[in-house]
């Protein structure tokens, strides 16, 4: 067994990435809040603009159907004097003995009869094909607030031609330091003869969000409400990446009687290493971190994908949802 001790503990680090990181994080939020509000007056704006139309329609049937009405019973009367006049000629020829004036009569009644026919179907033409031209108005309005101009293919194809240029979206990254501590002890473990020295490492820990899974089913679109929902798998902590070059030594502390510097095995070494490592990956899966990392994806994603979102329709909103039958993991491989 050896008679070097190792211990290590590591702890996150507040520097000028994370700084950056939190105001990035916090002028998203403010970008989606706005987003909102802006979605939200294009709602209220097409609305108005839908119940205009329709109340114009309205008036529009109305007015046509009133005038179609009037021409109809206008048209009727005609008929009705026209009759009349085709019966007594058909009547009068009848008393004359002469063929002639009997056909005459009836070629009269023949032509007043269609005449009439015509008539009334030129009349009633506005009150028969008037629904018809309400109908053809009201599908106009629906067009034009955007029930129909778009649907959740478009906006399904429009996420996913992007998601396609992020196979691993990097959405955070968190440094740490890790103090290290070798202790030699000496003889006896008596503290004159025990040697310790205490080396700071440094590293960073980077989480990702994979987007490689990410289809149509991922997507979810509710045309009523004016909302997309992308699901995304959680977050995963893809790789640690110690720093080397900035490791800080610090002066070996010697017991009264302990002489010379700490002196470490390859084995030793091996200890050393491994356990910078774990202390590092111990701490940067903590569930705080994980639940920072998530907070983050959500925000990298929406930033990424509201613009297609908007270029659909600018009425609706991206909501991140994450798919709980994923998991916050931890993948990372040294680098």
């Known amino acids: 067994m050896s008679e070097i001790k190792i211990d290590s503990s590591a702890d996150t680090v507040e520097n000028e990435k994370t700084k950056k990181q939190k105001e990035a994080l916090q002028k998203a939020k403010e970008a989606k809040e706005a987003a909102a509000k802006e979605a939200e007056k294009e709602r209220i704006k097409n609305a108005l603009k839908q119940e205009i139309k329709e109340q114009a329609s309205e008036k529009e049937s109305d007015k046509k159907d009133s005038s179609a009405s009037a021409m109809a019973e206008g048209g009727a009367s005609l008929v009705g004097a026209l009759a009349s006049v085709a019966a007594d000629g058909i009547k009068s020829s009848a008393k004359t003995k002469g063929k002639g004036k009997f056909w005459l009569g009836i070629i009269i009644g023949l032509i007043v009869g269609a005449l009439a026919v015509f008539l009334i179907g030129k009349f009633s033409n506005g009150m028969l094909f008037g629904t018809n031209h309400t109908t053809q108005a009201t599908a106009d309005g629906v067009l034009e607030s955007g029930v129909f101009s ?6 399904q194809d429009a996420i996913l031609g992007e998601a396609s240029q992020h196979q691993e979206l990097i959405v955070m990254e968190q440094p740490i330091e890790i103090a290290t501590t070798i202790t030699k002890a000496g003889l006896g473990n008596m503290q004159i003869f025990s040697k310790m020295k205490t080396i700071t490492y440094y590293g960073t820990g980077v989480y990702t969000v994979n987007m490689a ?123």
């Open 150 to 155: 778009y649907t959740a293919v478009d906006f």
């Open 213 to 335: 899974g990410i289809d149509a089913d991922h997507i979810k679109v509710d045309l009523e409400n004016k909302q997309v929902s992308l699901i995304i798998p959680h977050s995963c902590l893809q790789y640690i990446n110690p720093d080397l070059d900035k490791t800080e030594f610090e002066d070996t502390e010697k017991g009264l009687l302990a002489f010379g510097d700490i002196k470490l095995k390859t084995e030793d070494q091996n200890r050393l290493l491994q356990s910078v490592y774990k202390s590092m990956e111990d701490k940067l899966k903590e569930e705080e971190l994980f639940r920072t990392a998530d907070e983050y994806a959500s925000m990298s994603t929406w930033q990424m994908f509201q613009p297609f979102v908007t270029a659909v329709s600018p009425e609706f909103t991206l909501e991140i949802v994450f798919d709980e039958t994923t998991s916050n993991q931890v993948t990372a491989a040294q680098e």
